[in-house]
């Protein structure tokens, strides 16, 4: 058994700076865990708390049902592979892998038998002899991997392994730890900013964001059911498409409104929405999104779709070979830029994912087709989705919503406060400059009241004085 259990974790430098916070995470046996984020959002920081290498602020930490908060990394039974490997230039392969077998004293016999059979899994048997500088970048990664997996721990820690290696070579590793997982059938916590890794390698993933655990899911959950807007927009690459919008309509007959463009949503899809009143016919917006794979110019599919069909102006077409990638414009977007088209402006296009064949030309309007089954809704304020997977999560996706917007409005109260607070800071200040200033041109006024006296004075002095 290696199972782990972290428990509020918080991570607090001593310069206050928070990079992980309440973080609760329960890892059972021989789970691929994937902790995914963009850099800074505190990934790293979690894996060296497991691994002893940064203290617990606060929260308790339990391998295998033992606290081990105060243990040192070396009682832990872990074994951590870093992103820049970390091997002994003057050792060997052989040497470099059964170094921390020869520090815990095990017998040459248990320790030759151990090194030979992690090479042997990893492919890296005609390399013992030779030392790190004579190896490739994905030789060097094996060596580390064997260093793990010589001392049988009960959880392997990866930190970024695979950063430094080219794409096909990243490839290949891929395959090989997951490979690696299923024959030795331990625990496996994988920390990655690349999303492609995080969904072909982990049973389960964790999105972070700025030390806050977003959601915890298997990689299919997380891209069908994302639980907010960040990780809608993280998970799939091109990225989900975002347009700000408004739900109009009937209980029946829900559309989405976006711009000039409106598409109806199917019955299914509508009866999810969860407090579909609080949106619906209201100035209420919400954000719609719509994955580029998701989106289609065959017109089998705009035929059969008329009610979830807009037009778009194409602007660039790339073709891939195995996919194209239409960039696109809402007609919206079109006239808001007409004459002042830069760069800048095409964050906002949408991206679509068609067929590799597709006769669509840029420079052109075209109709669109988008698989509304897909789609995503979440409200624009607190960025959470609107949309359960089925009837009986709805109950959580409105909790989680109401979490928000006590959030959302304590940020703002704070914020009111603040700027008020500062108002009337710089209030007393300006008070405090207009007295400076008064009493400064109070003073100058009696400087002058006095020199116009002692000018009289020496007047009536020099008259008095030529009269005599």
Do not use: W
């Not at 809608?232 to 690459?237: E, K, L, N, P, T």
């Not at 009986?392 to 009111?416: C, D, G, P, T, Y």
């Amino acid at each position: 058994m290696s199972s782990l259990n972290l428990k509020n974790i918080y991570k607090v430098y001593s310069s206050g700076v928070i990079a992980v916070t309440d973080f609760n995470l329960d890892i059972e046996d021989k789970e691929f865990i994937v902790l995914v984020g963009p850099s800074g959002c505190g990934k790293s920081t979690t894996l060296r708390m497991i691994a002893g290498l940064e203290e617990i602020s606060a929260g308790e930490l339990y391998i295998d049902g033992v606290l081990v908060n105060n243990r040192a990394p070396k009682d832990r039974d872990i074994a951590m592979v870093f992103q820049n490997y970390a091997l002994y230039p003057h050792m060997t392969v052989y040497d470099n892998m059964a170094f921390g077998l020869k520090l815990r004293k095990l017998p040459k016999a248990q320790i030759d038998q151990r090194v030979k059979e992690a090479a042997r899994i990893l492919g890296i048997e005609m390399y013992l002899s030779r030392k790190p500088k004579a190896l490739s970048g994905g030789q060097r990664q094996r060596v580390a991997l064997g260093r793990a997996i010589v001392r049988e721990p009960k959880v392997f820690l990866l930190d970024e392994p695979l950063s430094n290696l080219d794409a096909k070579l990243r490839s290949q590793m891929r395959t090989e730890i997951t490979k690696l997982h299923n024959r030795l059938a331990t625990t496996f916590i994988y920390v990655t900013h690349d999303q492609i890794e995080a969904m072909t390698m982990g049973t389960r993933i964790v999105v972070m964001k700025d030390g806050f655990i977003q959601q915890v899911d298997s990689p299919i959950n997380l891209y069908d059911y994302p639980i907010n807007q960040f990780v809608a927009g993280f998970i799939g690459s091109p990225q989900m498409n975002f347009f700000t919008g408004k739900l109009i309509g009937t209980k029946n007959k829900v559309c989405v409104q976006i711009g000039e463009e409106k598409v109806e949503l199917p019955k299914e899809k509508a009866s999810l929405i969860v407090n579909l009143d609080k949106y619906l016919n209201t100035d209420r917006e919400i954000i719609f999104g719509v994955r580029p794979e998701d989106i289609s110019d065959e017109a089998s599919d705009i035929k059969s779709n008329e009610k979830g069909c807009i037009e778009v102006f194409v602007d660039v077409v790339e073709a891939l070979g195995s996919e194209t990638l239409l960039y696109c414009k809402t007609k919206e977007l079109v006239k808001a830029n007409e004459g002042k088209e830069s760069i800048v402006d095409d964050i906002n296009n949408l991206i679509a994912k068609v067929d590799a064949r597709s006769e669509t030309k840029a420079g052109a309007f075209a109709k669109i087709s988008i698989d509304l089954n897909h789609c995503q809704l979440f409200d624009k304020v607190t960025e959470v989705t609107i949309l359960a997977r089925d009837e009986e999560n709805k109950a959580k996706i409105e909790e989680l919503q109401a979490k928000r917007e006590e959030e959302e409005a304590e940020k703002a109260r704070k914020a009111a406060e603040k700027l008020a607070e500062e108002e009337a800071k710089a209030q007393a200040l300006l008070e405090k400059q207009r007295a400076k200033q008064a009493k400064k041109l109070a003073k100058l006024q009696k400087s002058e009241q006095t020199t116009v006296e002692e000018t009289t004075v020496e007047e009536v002095a020099e008259e008095t004085s030529s009269e005599e």
